[in-house]
């Protein structure tokens, strides 16, 4: 999981791009990157770190253009340390492009070989984005041939052959020097991305994002989401060119967007993840009132913070009064992305505090957004046992993740989520609660799909352990955890190869 935007703008947009990418920083804290546009002449600059840390006034001084690129990453395995992993990316042929990307490929070892040795082209890092990019660029070139001049229709004929040739979840966002902005989405519509634009003095300028959020603080309207499988393109000249770019297409969302990775105040393909949230926790206290005796509820509590909307409808729901026990230093990394269970089990006792009177002598049910590992779990209950809860219960707003998730959300391998091959109480009893309650998939399908009927289905592996790309079998993920076990192997199936969206462990926010 990370975060993309392009903006092309009738003034210089490297402001824009820095703004943006701040309300982008939840999809990606590893690192940053901007690159403008000025005629033929790309200005880049990115590195590993937060928004504010990789950018200075000097570096921002130099990004010049009115149009341009940004991405915020999360790394998973192999060379994370290395700012050349982060992006965009560049290749000068043809044209000069770079593009940055949220998702994840499926077959980067196929595309690998046959990028490298049979469309002689050169791969410098470890990521899944860079083989992309070479492949649309290979794609790009075929299309124009010895033409001069490159033409609109030719730009969307090469993203169709990318599409042909590349599986798994991918919204893109590139620049093409002395052209305009490229955006473009995988045929499943698993990653999220979203147009907006903008009226100004007689000008219309255009904004791509991963979510809609970055659009009201910057000024712009959200126009719509960009379909599964279409391409938009926006010239120098700020006209606006789209055309369906995939034989076939089908809206599968990623629904763990919904309970976890969006803002709430993101719509995303049509649907208010606030609201998504919110009716969430309808539907589990509904679960929670069949499986659990509401006489030995005292009190509801969020695990901070995404959970939160949950909670609060549940509580209400339930007629049960709701507490705010746990507090959250919004200064300490996400555990998820820590190595080492001795480190995450620190890290959570560093983020999370217990308030004592909230739970002395009380029956708690805590409300959190997803189980996965189970480490932050564990360590929140433990918590509140010793700040004197009577019985601890927990409600996780998600399903029982127990597969991994190959379209962006690099989860642990099967073997290490907690839900694996166990039933609710006997996960409770590794978390140490008196009970664990999980929403049921089909609740969770139908909150979102109420909330937008014209949502065709989901991507729900991680839940499921359905593939929807249909290349996904179990000799790939044997062959995926392996990978991860090994200390000398990248975290990616391809030899020397790794993605670049988040991992989860934990399941905080």
Known sequence: MCGVLGVVGHEPVNQLLYDGLQMLQHRGQDAAGIVTAQGQMFHMHKGKGMVRDVFRTRNMRDLHGNIGIAHVRYPTAGNAGSNAEAQPFYVNSPFGIVLAHNGNLTNTDELYQNVCFTDLRHINTRSDSEVLLNVFACELENQVGKQAQLRVDNIFDAVADVHRRIR?????????????????????GIRPLCLGKKEENGYTDYIVASESVA???????????????EAVFISMDRQLHARQCA??????????????????DSVLDGVSVYQARLNMGITLAEKVRRELNLDDIDVVMPVPDTSRPSAMELAQHLGKPYREGLFKNRYIGRTFIMPGQAVRKKSVRQKL???GYEFAGKSVLLVDDSIVRGTTSREIVEMARQSGARKVY???????VRFPNVYGIDMPTREELISNNRIPAEVAAEIGADGVVFQDLADLEQVVRELNPRIEGFDTSCFSGCYI?????DAYLERLSAGKKSSSAAAFIAPGLVDHSVRVGDEEE
């Open 168 to 188: 798994g979840a991918y919204g893109v966002v590139a620049l093409i020097a002395g052209y305009g902005l490229l955006a473009f989405r995988d045929p499943f």
């Open 215 to 229: 659009f009201p603080s910057l000024g712009y309207d959200y126009v719509r989401d960009i379909a599964p499988g």
């Open 247 to 264: 034989e076939t297409t089908q809206l599968n969302p990623c629904l763990f967007e919904y309970v976890y990775f969006a803002r709430p």
């Open 353 to 355: 505090n217990p308030m």
């Open 394 to 400: 927990f409600a996780s707003a998600a399903p029982a």
């Open 469 to 473: 790309t249909g290349d996904v079998d």
